[in-house]
């Protein structure tokens, strides 16, 4: 599982550039600039989309094929964190849970 | 330091006591995900310190087991930290005052609960000349319980059996952002399309459709915002 160790280190010097610019884009030069509406909306789905283009295949795949059954563990486990976030909106339960979850699919199922 | 800087210091430090409820158990999941995914634990702490930017890191983390290519994976943390961009010019006119070191310094630790607090509380003409000192309080909170929490995780991870799957729990950490932001319905709309073009796309090659997704993603926002306030409601 582990990992070649330049390419975990490129990965840490690319998003630490990534995380300190996207943040000091604007205050680093003590800029005035508005953003337009627009811009600044399509700044606001980006991340929602990318987030949920990460968890969709992660939990709906099983080896790249499509797997939407009560026996695949990590599509349950993903399923009930999705209900915990909305209804509890706390974090702790939504791990917890889909964890739980997982790991009785895991267990029992199947 | 002046009794009004040490006063609004410990303002910014209290409210955002408040956010580490949220923030722990997210730290500790980031630190057990970091290792479960294959760094060591030296590189998980660098990146807990370089990159302090935990969905990034949470995101990239199952593209890393998926063993996508480096490009994809520093793009998937660039889209997912755009909302710094918002959060940067925001704070521009707050700041520009200030000298470059303190400029770069509140860049580096700029976080979202923070910069909520701090955008409720002053209005960008608000000539109040220690706000960057209650900025500075509520983010060194979270920079403290950040580091200290993604170090527990860090070294229980280490200790944790694989078998049990733990980078998983990434991947949970990333649904519990999602879904605030979910309550917003152009948000909403935009999403689901980006998961339902990453499912259709998830075999073109270089993970491509995890970026053709985020495209859609953000198209279908944006039309759908357009189309105006009643559009899509369900």
């Known amino acids: 599982?582990?990992?070649?160790?330049?390419?975990?280190?490129?990965?840490?010097?690319?998003?630490?550039?990534?995380?300190?610019?996207?943040?000091?884009?604007?205050?680093?030069?003590?800029s005035h600039?508005?953003?337009?509406?627009?811009?600044?909306?399509?700044?606001?789905?980006?991340?929602?989309?990318?987030?949920?283009a990460i968890i969709v295949p992660d939990i709906a795949l099983v080896q790249g094929a499509l797997s939407i059954s009560i026996e695949n563990p990590r599509l349950v486990g993903g399923l009930v964190a999705f209900a915990l976030a909305?209804?509890?909106?706390?974090v702790f339960a939504t791990i917890a849970g889909g964890m739980l979850a997982l790991t009785l699919v895991r267990q029992f199922g199947g | 330091m002046q009794r009004e800087q040490i006063s609004a210091l410990r303002e910014g430090a209290l409210a955002s006591a408040g956010l580490l409820v949220g923030i722990v158990p997210w730290g500790i999941v980031a630190g057990v995900a970091m290792v479960s995914a294959g760094l060591s634990e030296t590189q998980a702490v660098a990146m807990s310190v370089l990159v302090f930017a935990g969905t990034a890191q949470l995101a990239v983390l199952p593209l890393l087991v998926a063993k996508a290519p480096l490009w994809v994976m520093v793009a998937t943390a660039l889209v997912v930290n755009l909302r710094y961009v918002i959060y940067s010019a925001v704070l521009a006119p707050h700041f520009e005052h200030l000298p470059r070191l303190w400029r770069v310094l509140l860049s580096y630790v700029t976080v979202d609960g923070v910069f909520a607090l701090f955008a409720g509380r002053y209005r960008p003409d608000d000539g109040n000349r220690n706000k960057h000192w209650y900025f500075l309080g509520g983010s060194l909170v979270m920079w403290c319980a950040w580091q200290l929490s993604s170090g527990v995780g860090i070294f229980a991870g280490a200790m944790i059996p694989g078998e049990w799957s733990l980078e998983f729990a990434s991947t949970l950490a990333l649904i519990a952002v999602l879904i605030p932001l979910l309550f917003d319905r152009a948000v909403a709309w935009g999403a689901l399309a980006a998961g339902g073009v990453a499912l259709i796309a998830a075999k073109l090659p270089l993970n491509l459709g995890l970026l053709a997704a985020i495209a859609v993603g953000v198209a279908v926002g944006l039309a759908v915002a357009r189309l105006g306030p009643r559009a899509g409601r369900v």
Do not use: N
Request: aromatic share 10%.
């Open chain 1, 1 to 30: 599982m582990a990992a070649e160790s330049w390419l975990v280190w490129a990965l840490i010097a690319g998003m630490a550039a990534i995380a300190f610019l996207t943040r000091a884009v604007f205050i680093l030069p003590g």
């Open chain 1, 33 to 52: 600039l508005r953003l337009p509406p627009t811009a600044e909306r399509a700044l606001r789905y980006a991340p929602a989309a990318a987030l949920m």
């Open chain 1, 86 to 90: 909305a209804s509890t909106r706390s």
